[in-house]
């Protein structure tokens, strides 16, 4: 069966404290992989795609990579600003779905 | 701006009271999605449109039902409205025709059933 999942579930930093978000997934035929970040009682935000093993990708103090069984969402020096859930999401080559993970809640002290 | 909006941001219903959610968007994409999302966990896909072409996830309660009367809008129709069905409902739209082909997503309809 098809699977995407997060780890950790949760994550708190200090201001300036860099770490990694991990996406592990099980798909036969990965078109896609996606990042989001979702505030609370919003939207998802699209962040990033990736579509091919060794691909990166980088936004201010994000990075993304992915593997072809994982992703890693890099955070760098981050800022409170920063305090999101993190959500991956994967998509076949074959039809329009998208399955999620559960998310990494983060949490960036001042 | 093109965007995604759902209407209403929040919705309050009574059990089995139906109840109706709209999302818009202006962004002219031809697939259009709804999820629900429930308090930490992962949006669960509800049901998608290619076009007019709608496609049900296997494990969609038959209480759910949806319509997209034109490339603009789309409804979630929830026919009887049960506890379990307190949640996020999320609206996003994606252009398939496009290469890079990211979905694009509402602010969400937070619903409760009392």
């Known amino acids: 069966e098809d699977q995407v999942t997060q780890s950790p579930e949760a994550l708190r930093l200090q201001e300036g404290e860099s770490s990694s978000l991990n996406c592990s997934y099980t798909v036969s035929g990965l078109r896609g992989l996606f990042w989001y970040r979702q505030d609370p009682g919003k939207g998802p935000e699209f962040l990033f795609t990736l579509y091919s093993a060794g691909e990166e990708k980088e936004k201010e103090r994000l990075k993304a990579t992915l593997t072809k069984k994982e992703s890693f969402l890099h955070i760098t020096a981050p800022k409170p600003e920063d305090s999101a859930t993190y959500l991956c999401?994967?998509?076949?080559?074959?039809?329009?779905?998208?399955?999620f993970g559960t998310g990494t809640s983060l949490t960036v002290i001042p | 701006d093109a965007m995604v909006i759902q209407n209403p941001r929040y919705q309050v219903t009574q059990f089995g009271k139906p109840v109706t959610l709209s999302c818009s968007q202006t962004l002219n994409h031809n697939v259009m999605y709804w999820y629900q999302q429930k308090s930490s966990q992962a949006p669960k896909l509800l049901f998608h449109?290619?076009?007019?072409?709608?496609?049900n996830e296997a494990d969609t309660p038959d209480n759910f039902q949806s319509r997209r009367p034109n490339t603009s809008f789309c409804f979630l129709d929830i026919r009887s409205p049960g506890l379990g069905d307190a949640a996020m409902y999320l609206c996003a739209t994606r252009d398939r025709d496009r290469v890079y082909n990211e979905q694009f997503f509402g602010p969400g309809t937070r619903l409760t059933v009392l």
């Open positions: 999401a994967v998509q076949q080559n074959t039809g329009n779905q998208f399955y």
């Open positions: 449109y290619y076009d007019k072409d709608f496609n």
